[in-house]
């Protein structure tokens, strides 16, 4: 580098207390006293002249300097660890395949499609990430991820280079444990009316469709829990808290592991499955893997 008092180490330390949210926090993860990271940074910050952290209640934040700092910092880290990365696979022969899975995406349907991965004559490793929608979107522009696998599209006119290529769909059934199936299924749907129903939150694709369903048959279910995660969700349903909704191509898996029932059928109610990539065309062979295996039947 230029300048000599700016160094590795030191946006290193830089780039842990920026994402720990302070010293401590930092010193503690890395396992070394407080007063060396304080230290570290102090030299950084002398060495580029401008200050880059600033405290904002109990938290250390980057001030603008410091936002700036971080952006390159994250693609230097992220380097690194993709150098690391092909290294091991040059060793090993394995293809790695990051993926970003939305937290709204039933986990079930995630598994399904990455199973077929694990068909290729290549071994693959996974290294699975979930999080919030806009999250992915954004590790997967700056190459941190290689395809969000999720359940709503791209909207066009965004800022981010990302392309949504339809998966498939399917129905949804209604499915509660055996106490609330036996009380809700005579008579579905107007037996709903008043029905313990746990629902995604309304940022999920799928809840305005749900609610749209609901209102075209004239029901109004008693909304006992909104989630924000499938997982959660579904956990829940399971422990008895409320019906639920989920895709027709997991029944045999949504009886089988959470020993939930069909209430009913809502062949109306469809939720969408999507392969988010940075590209246009997809050419990564554990993606091509997972469009084949949508092809051969996954959500027949």
């Known amino acids: 580098m230029k300048n000599s008092g700016l160094n590795f180490r030191h946006l290193y330390f830089f780039w842990m207390v920026a994402k720990e949210g302070g010293v401590t926090r930092a010193a503690e993860r890395l396992g070394l006293a407080v007063q060396t990271i304080s230290m570290q940074l102090a030299s950084l910050e002398q060495a580029v002249g401008k200050q880059l952290l600033e405290p904002q209640g109990r938290r250390l934040v980057p001030t603008e300097a410091g936002k700036l700092a971080l952006s390159y910092c994250d693609q230097i880290f992220l380097l690194g660890d993709q150098l690391q990365d092909a290294l ?16 709204s995406l039933p986990k079930l349907i995630a598994f399904r499609l990455l199973q077929a991965t694990q068909q290729l004559d290549t071994r693959v490793r996974l290294v699975c990430m979930e999080d919030e929608f806009e999250n992915l979107l954004a590790d997967l522009a700056l190459g941190k991820l290689d395809v969000v696998l999720t359940d709503r599209e791209v909207r066009a006119g965004g800022s981010l280079k990302v392309f949504s290529h339809l998966l498939g769909e399917s129905d949804m059934k209604l499915f509660g444990v055996p106490r609330l199936a036996r009380k809700y299924r005579r008579n579905f749907p107007d037996s ?17 469709r749900i609610d749209a369903w609901l209102v075209e048959r004239k029901v109004r ?19 008895g808290l409320g019906l639920f909704f989920a895709p027709s191509a997991l029944a045999q898996d949504i009886e089988d592991q959470f020993g939930a029932v069909l209430v009913g059928d809502a062949p109306e109610l469809r939720e969408h ?26 959500f027949a």
């Not at 091991?88 to 937290?103: C, F, N, P, Q, Y």
């Not at 279910?221 to 422990?239: H, Q, S």
């Open 192 to 208: 709903l009316h008043g029905a313990p129903l746990l629902v995604p939150t309304r940022n999920n694709a799928l809840r305005g």
């Open 273 to 298: 499955f999507y392969a988010i990539s940075s590209a246009r065309k997809i050419t990564h062979p554990a993606i091509e893997a997972i469009l084949n295996e949508v092809h051969s039947g996954l």
């Open 88 to 103: 091991e696979e040059a060793e090993t022969d394995k293809m790695r395949l990051a993926v970003g899975i939305s937290d």
């Open 221 to 239: 279910p008693d909304i006992v829990g909104e989630f924000e995660d499938n997982a959660m969700l579904n956990t829940f349903g399971r422990n």
